[in-house]
Structures are given as structure tokens and as C-alpha cells.
């Protein structure tokens, strides 16, 4: 009698999965529109006409994610073909298997990695969806045919590189005593798959509506507008007011400064570490913002100091492309705020009090090689 009752459990179960599999593409992806990435990626596990489902929504031209909360890059895991992602807004550590990049990654944006292998090649890799898309070697440019990982000092992307859009990749890479001479810049079109140099010398760049903007030195910004064919440069010298020196007689300041595109603004984030001239160590920690505003018709500008982000956050990356985001989507980050990575620990300041102050430590038993931060993006190229 029990093994009766059993055989008819069992034979219930399996109508009920054989009717959720069989679920209309139609409302399969009603269901999707109200997903966010990972969820997509959970709801793709459950069989495989879910996945063909999830796979075809996400190729359709209307598909348009939702805010999705920036993700920390572990690492891959060589031994199970697998890849780790922290998750802030959960507190938690996902790992995706079957996805692995052979290389080292030298650059993220728009959810993408830029990867190098080792022979010098670089290559696009979505983590999450596992695309790739492959690059023209640019060791067939000039004074860019010998360089290491450890040189490339910055790769952004112009935009999302997926469907039928067209985009540029570029890099910054360090200069040496080589054949490079005083320009560090290359650009990579896809869409006639050729590099090109740029003239010009930069540690910092960002994109926005196709036009690249690399800091030169502390004032000047040159930007390259890629709309047109040729890539026309301009130079912008911008200037900014001496800030009166009360209380660091015997102190002396190092400023790290990024770019970072947000609402259609350039900013220039800036990580300022405060030494005592009688103490090595950094006595206070703070960022500075300063938003850049350009004179129509003339090559002058001004950058002007930002108090507040109002409901916008900012990932802040030392050598990887930095994120400004609403907080209004993801409550689990503050707004008004910059968060940063540093030796296993997950910073925050809050421009108003400008105090740094540790919002998650990881474990120490934990070993992660150069974390990162992405936006999760399930685009298929």
C-alpha cells in the first residue's frame, strides 16, 4: 500500500514538472521582465525549455534589464571551471560554474572583462553569460607589439559590446624606455577591426556618449569624439582655485584621481590620503569630487567641486574602470557615498562627514587575487 501511495506521489511530481516545462514562451517571459540578472541565471537552470526561453529574451531587441547591484570579482576557480562573485546587497558569495576566463584580466566595463593572455592577446569575456567576443592583435601596431599585463594600466569600453552596435575599446598602458615614446593610448574599432594609436599621454580616461575623455597631468582633458569617422581631438585646458593650506603645515597629501561618467557628467573622484611628515602612516582618508563643466566654443573649462552626490553612489576602482549608480534601486548602499576595495575589506565615505569607514570585511582565510567590481550583464555579443 505505501509503495502504491509513493508510485502516485512520484508520478504527480513528474506531471507537475512536465507542465512547468511546457510553460508558453509568452508568459515565461512575463516572468523574466520582473528578474533581475542573477535571478534570469536561476530561472535558466530549471530545465531546458526555461533556458531557451530566458536565452531568446535576452536576444530579443526589446530586452532591457533591470538595475542590477554591482558584483565584486573573487576569481576563477581552476579546478572547477568556475567563477566567484561577492554580492554586497546579500552579503554573499556566488559562484557561477562552467565559466572561465584563461588569462589575466586587465580592465572591466559595462560588465565585461578585458582579458590578456599569454601571448599578448586581448580578448572581451562576459563572466556571467560566458560570451566572448575576439580582438584584432595589437601587437601588430606600432610600439604596442611587447608589453606585459602589469603595464596595461586602464581598459574601457564605449559601450555595452553586444548585438549590432558598434563599439571602441581603449587602452592605457604604462610608458617605458621602449619604442613607445611618450604616447600610451590605443583604440580598437570593432567595427573594422583595426587599432589605432592616440596621440596623447594619459593614466586616466573614461567614455561617454562615444567621446573619450583622457586626463592629462592635473588641469588638461583631451577628448576624441568617435562619432566622427577620424576621431577628432580636442584639447580642454581646465583650471580649478587654489585651496587655502590652514591646518597641513606638517602633513603632506597623495591624491589618486579617477573619471567616472554620471547623469551625463564627467567627474573627477579623488582619493586623498593624508601622511604626517613625522608619521608614514595615513592619519585620515577622505574623497574629493569635482565635476567637470566645459566652455561652449572655447578650449577652457573649470572644474568645480561636487558637496553632495544626492542619491547617487559611487564604486570608486584604483585600476579599474569606476561605476556611478542610483542608490534609489539598492537600498543596501548609501547614498551620497563612495565605496572601495582594499585588503579584504570594503570601504565607504559618506561625502557629508568625509569619514572612511569599513562596511565588510572579508574572512582572512580568503585569498582573492585583485578583486573587482562589474555590473552584472546577461547581453549576449
Not at 511546457?22 to 528578474?35: D, T, V
Not at 562576459?126 to 606585459?148: K, M, T, Y
Not at 548602499?333 to 565607504?348: A, P
Request: aromatic share 12%; hydrophobic share 35%; net charge positive.
Amino acid at each position: 500500500m505505501a509503495d502504491d501511495q509513493n508510485c502516485c506521489t512520484k508520478k504527480r511530481s513528474q506531471q507537475c514538472e512536465s507542465k512547468w516545462s511546457e510553460l508558453p514562451i509568452e508568459i515565461a517571459e512575463l516572468i523574466l521582465e520582473k528578474l533581475a540578472s542573477i535571478d534570469i541565471l536561476r530561472f535558466k537552470a530549471v530545465c531546458s525549455s526555461w533556458k531557451y526561453a530566458a536565452n531568446s529574451y535576452i536576444a530579443a531587441p526589446y530586452y532591457k534589464p533591470l538595475p542590477q547591484s554591482p558584483w565584486l570579482v573573487l576569481g576563477n576557480g581552476q579546478e572547477d571551471n568556475s567563477c566567484r562573485f561577492f554580492s554586497l546587497e546579500e552579503k554573499k558569495v556566488y559562484t557561477i560554474k562552467n565559466i572561465l576566463f584563461e588569462g589575466c584580466c586587465v580592465g572591466s566595463s559595462h560588465g565585461w572583462l578585458v582579458i590578456m593572455n599569454k601571448d599578448s592577446i586581448l580578448n572581451l569575456f562576459n563572466p556571467v553569460s560566458g560570451e566572448s567576443i575576439q580582438l584584432s592583435d595589437i601587437r601588430a601596431l606600432d610600439g604596442f607589439s611587447s608589453f606585459s599585463s602589469s603595464e596595461i594600466l586602464k581598459a574601457v569600453l564605449s559601450s555595452e559590446p553586444s548585438g549590432l552596435n558598434n563599439f571602441f575599446l581603449t587602452i592605457c598602458i604604462r610608458q617605458t624606455s621602449r619604442s613607445m615614446g611618450s604616447d600610451n593610448l590605443a583604440v580598437y574599432n570593432h567595427g573594422d577591426k583595426t587599432w589605432s594609436p592616440l596621440l596623447a599621454s594619459s593614466r586616466e580616461i573614461v567614455f561617454h556618449n562615444s567621446k573619450l575623455f583622457a586626463l592629462l597631468g592635473k588641469y588638461a582633458v583631451q577628448v576624441w569624439d568617435f562619432k566622427k569617422s577620424c576621431g577628432d581631438r580636442t584639447t580642454v585646458y581646465i583650471f580649478r582655485r587654489k585651496l587655502r593650506n590652514q591646518s597641513l603645515t606638517r602633513t603632506y597629501m597623495v591624491k589618486y584621481s579617477r573619471l567616472v561618467e554620471s547623469l551625463g557628467e564627467i567627474l573627477r573622484v579623488t582619493l586623498v590620503l593624508v601622511n604626517s611628515l613625522d608619521d608614514s602612516s595615513h592619519k585620515e582618508s577622505y574623497f574629493e569630487v569635482y565635476k567637470m563643466n566645459l566652455r561652449p566654443t572655447t578650449s577652457r573649462g573649470t572644474w568645480e567641486k561636487v558637496e553632495s552626490l544626492g542619491h547617487r553612489f559611487i564604486i570608486w576602482c584604483r585600476n579599474r574602470a569606476s561605476i556611478a549608480l542610483s542608490a534609489s534601486y539598492f537600498t543596501e548602499f548609501e547614498e551620497n557615498s563612495i565605496y572601495c576595495y582594499h585588503r579584504r575589506r570594503i570601504f565607504v565615505c559618506n561625502l557629508k562627514d568625509k569619514v572612511v569607514k569599513p562596511c565588510y570585511r572579508f574572512d582572512k582565510s580568503t585569498t582573492y587575487k585583485e578583486p573587482f567590481w562589474i555590473v552584472p550583464n546577461l547581453s549576449l555579443k
